[in-house]
C-alpha cells in the first residue's frame, strides 16, 4: 500500500535554491491585477513589471519597473481598444520588455482579456518570454457576460494567439466568479474580485517555490508540471473544522472557476495546501488523496505545503492541473483536434465528493452564456452585419491582420449604433449591466 502511495506523489524536501520570479501585467486589466499584488504581497523574491500604452494609468501603478509601451504609436493615449494596436505597441519596445525580462526562471504574465493593450499584447510580451528560455505562465481573465459578446469574441483571439506563446495558459472566467459572490455585489466588488483570483493563483504557484513548509518543492518540481503544460484548470478553497483538507480539496476541484470542467485526464496536477502550524501531514495526504482519485491513476500529483501564521484554523487547497493537451488521441474532433463532448445536468442532490465535471476543455472556448443557451443579444436580422462571412477561410488561427480587421468592423458598427441610439429612448442608453443593478 505505502509502495503504490509513494508512486503516485512526488515529495521534495531539498533545500530549495532561489529562482528568479517575475509578474508581468499587461494592458490595465494586467495593471489592476499588478496593484492588487503589490499591495497584499507575494511571499519571497517576486518582481513586478507593468507594461502598458495608458501613461496615466502607468503613472499610477505600483509595480517598481513600468515599460510603456508603444509611446511613439499611441503617444501614451492607450490602444483604444484595438488589440492589432496593443501587439505593434508591444513590438515596438521588444527590446526593452527583453531587457527587463532577462535573467528570470519564470514569468507570470496576467492580463484581461477583451480589450486592447492586454489582448494584442500578452502574446507578444510572452513570446519574448520564452524566447529567454523562461518558463512562461499566463493567468488571464475572460469578460462578464454584460460586457457584450464582441468584447468576449475578441478575448477568445486573444486567448487563442497566447496559446501558441506560453508554457501554461490558465483562463479565469469572470462570470463564474458572480457563483462565489453575493447577490449584491457591487461592479467594482466583482472586478476585485476577478483581482483577487489572479491573486490567489499566482501566490498559489510561487509560494510552493519560495516559501518553506512541511513539504518544499524546488523549482525544477513546478517546472516539471508548467513546462509546455498547455491549457490548465485551477480551481482553489478554504475550509475549517473537522476533516478540513478533505472538504477544502473537494471544493477546489468542484470550484465554479472550473466552469463546469474536470481535472480528469490531466497527466500532471500540482497542489498548494496552505495552513497555520497545526497542519498535520496526515491532512496534506488525505486532501492529495482526494485530487488523485479525481484527476484518476496515471496523473502525477505534486504537492507542497505552506505555513501561514496568521490563517488560524483554516486550510486552503488550490489545484493546477495541467497536461490535458499532450498526446490527445483525436475522437469527434474540431478544428484543433479536440474531442468534443456535451455538457451533462448535475443533480442538485448528488454529493460534492461524486461530483464529475465536464472532460472536454474545448467548452472553455465557447462563452458561457452560449453553453446555457442564453445570448446576450437576440439573434440578427438578415440586414444586420455579423461576425462571420461566407468566404471565410477554414482555418481559424488568429492572428493580428484578423484582429485589425475586427477593429474596424467594430468601430464601424459603433458609429451605426451611435446614430441608432439618438432615435431610441432614454432606457436603451443605460448599459445593461445598470440596469440590471437598478431593477
Known sequence: MDQDFSSKFSFDDAANEEAKICVVGVGGGGGNAINNMVQKGIHGSVEF????????????????????????????????????????????????????????DMAFITAGMGGGTGTGGAPVVAAIARSLGILTVAIVTKPFDCEGSRRMNTAQEGIELLRENVDTLIVIPNERLLDIADPDTSLIEAFEKADEVLYNATRGISDLITVHGLINLDFADVQTTMKDGGTALMGSATATGENRSEKAA????????????????????????????????????????????????????IFGTVIEEDIEDK?????????????????????????TVPLEDQNEDDDPADYKGETNLRQLDTPAYERRNAPLRSEPSEDEPTDETDGESEDD???????????????TDRDERSRSDEETDDDTDTPAFLRKMMD
Not at 486550510?315 to 474531442?339: C, K, M, Q, S
Not at 488561427?397 to 468601430?411: F, G, H, Q, S, V
Open 315 to 339: 486550510l486552503r487547497v488550490t489545484v493546477i492541473a495541467t497536461g490535458f493537451d499532450r498526446d490527445e488521441e483525436p475522437e469527434d474532433e474540431g478544428d484543433d483536434g479536440r474531442r
Open 49 to 104: 513589471i507593468a507594461v502598458n500604452t495608458d501613461s496615466q494609468a502607468l503613472s499610477e501603478n505600483r509595480a517598481p519597473q513600468k515599460i510603456q509601451a508603444g509611446q511613439d504609436l499611441t503617444s501614451g493615449l492607450g490602444a483604444g481598444a484595438r488589440p492589432s494596436v496593443g501587439a505593434e505597441a508591444i513590438e515596438e519596445s521588444s527590446e526593452e520588455i527583453r531587457q527587463a525580462l532577462d535573467g528570470y
Open 397 to 411: 488561427t488568429p492572428n493580428i491582420r484578423r484582429l485589425e480587421a475586427d477593429d474596424l468592423n467594430e468601430r
Open 250 to 301: 473537494v471544493q477546489a476541484i468542484s470550484s465554479p472557476l472550473l466552469d463546469g470542467l474536470s481535472i480528469a485526464g490531466a497527466t500532471n496536477v500540482l497542489v498548494n495546501i496552505t495552513s497555520g502550524p497545526s497542519l498535520g501531514i496526515r491532512e496534506a495526504t488525505q486532501a492529495t488523496s482526494v485530487i488523485q482519485k479525481e484527476a484518476g491513476e496515471d496523473v502525477e500529483v
